[in-house]
C-alpha cells in the first residue's frame, strides 16, 4: 500500500474539488507522487472524481475516526481504556492478540479505518470499506479461567445491543453466539479470543465490528442479508461516537460480567435473542441437520434446542443458526 494514500484521502472532501498541487503541498510530496497514490483506492471502496483543472473530490463522504470524540463520547468511562486508532490493520484481533501477550494493558483498544484480512467466526472473512464499518477489539483480563468465560460472547452482545439502542437503533437483535441483526439482517458480528492458564488469570481480545455505511461491492461479498447504520437512520452517528459509546458499555458490562457472571444479563440477552422460542434448523459439521425449538441458553453458553429426540445443547463454534422457512 502507499504510504502517502491515507493522507490524501484525508485531505479530500466529498463537498468541493481540491487542487492537486494545493494538496500535494500540503503533504510535501510531489504531484506525481500524489497522483500515484490516489489510483488505488478502488480496492478500498473508495471511489474518486478527477477533473482536468478542478482536482480530486469524493465520490462519497468519509467519516473518518476522531480520537478527541472518541474520548468525549466515553465520558467518565475514558480513564478505563487505552484507545488507538491506525489507517490499517490486517486484522486488529490478531495485532492486539500479539500485544497481550506482550503484556498490554487491560482496556487496551485498537480501531483501524481498514481491516485488510478481517476475521469473523469460524475462520470466516470480514470486509468492510474504508470508513465504513466501527471496527476495533479491546483487550480485557480476567481472574477466572477460560471455562468461567464461556458465556462472554452473550454478555459482550448485550453491551454492544444496550450502545446502539442508546444511539438510537431500533429493534436490535442478537443471534446466538455471536451476531448483532436488525429484524433478522446483519449489523454487526463479534469475535473473541482467549488465552490464559485453565484457573486464570485468562485475556480476552474482543473484536467487534458494526456496519456503519457498505457499498454495493461490500454487499455482495457478504453471503447473508445485511444492513447497516446508513440504512437504519435518517442521520446516522458517527463511527466516532459509535465507538464511544460501545466502549462505554463495554466498560460497565465487563466489570459486572467478571464478578457475577452471565446471570444478571440472561433475562435482557433472552428477550434481544432473534431466534428464541422459534424453529429453527441447526447445521451441524459434517453437513449433518438438526432441526427444534430454541428455548434459551445454558449456565455454559449453549443454545438449549428442544428437538424430536429431546432437550439438547450445542456449544458455540460448531454450528450455524438459520430461522426454518
Known amino acids: 500500500m502507499n504510504a502517502h494514500l491515507f493522507s490524501g484521502l484525508k485531505c479530500l472532501s466529498h463537498d468541493a474539488f481540491r487542487s492537486g498541487p494545493e494538496i500535494a503541498t500540503t503533504l510535501g510530496i510531489s ?3 500524489l497522483s500515484n497514490s490516489l489510483k488505488d483506492t478502488e480496492q478500498f471502496g473508495v471511489s474518486i472524481y478527477k477533473v482536468q483543472g478542478r482536482g480530486y473530490r469524493l465520490a462519497k463522504p468519509l467519516d473518518w475516526l476522531a480520537y478527541s470524540q472518541i474520548i468525549e463520547a466515553l465520558g467518565p468511562m475514558a480513564k478505563f481504556f487505552d484507545v488507538e486508532v491506525v489507517d490499517v490493520s490486517p486484522s486488529t484481533n490478531t495485532v492486539l492478540m500479539a500485544r497481550a501477550a ?3 494493558p487491560n482496556g487496551a483498544v485498537l480501531a483501524a479505518e481498514f481491516q485488510s484480512d478481517g476475521r469473523g467466526r469460524r475462520g470466516r472473512s470480514w470486509f468492510a470499506p474504508l470508513c465504513g464499518g466501527v471496527t476495533f477489539s479491546l483487550l480485557w483480563r480476567f481472574n477466572q479461567g477460560a471455562a468461567q468465560l464461556s458465556c462472554l460472547s452473550l454478555a459482550v452482545g448485550v453491551a454492544v445491543a444496550r450502545a446502539l439502542r442508546e444511539l438510537g437503533v431500533a429493534d436490535v437483535q442478537l443471534k446466538w453466539p455471536n451476531d448483532i441483526l436488525h429484524r433478522f439482517h446483519k449489523l454487526g458480528g463479534i469475535l473473541i479470543e482467549l488465552s490464559g492458564d485453565v484457573l486464570g488469570p485468562t485475556y480476552a481480545v474482543i473484536g ?11 454487499v455482495s461479498k457478504i453471503n447473508q442479508a445485511t444492513t447497516d447504520l446508513a440504512n437504519l437512520m435518517e442521520t446516522p452517528p458517527s463511527r466516532s461516537l459509535v465507538l464511544g459509546k460501545l466502549l462505554a458499555q463495554l466498560g460497565v458490562v465487563l466489570p459486572r460480567f467478571e464478578a457475577e457472571g452471565f446471570a444478571p444479563f440472561r433475562d435482557e440477552w433472552l428477550a434481544l435473542h432473534a431466534y428464541q422460542n422459534r424453529a429453527v434448523r441447526m447445521l451441524l459439521p459434517r453437513n449433518t441437520v438438526e432441526e427444534g425449538i430454541v428455548t434459551g441458553v445454558a449456565d455454559d453458553g449453549s443454545l438449549l434446542l428442544d428437538c424430536p429426540s429431546g432437550l439438547t445443547r450445542y456449544t458455540v463454534g460448531e454450528i450455524s443458526l438459520t430461522a426454518v422457512t
Open 31 to 33: 504531484r506525481a507522487t
Open 102 to 104: 506482550s503484556g498490554a
Open 208 to 218: 467487534i465490528g458494526i456496519n456503519a455505511r457498505l457499498d454495493e461491492s461490500s
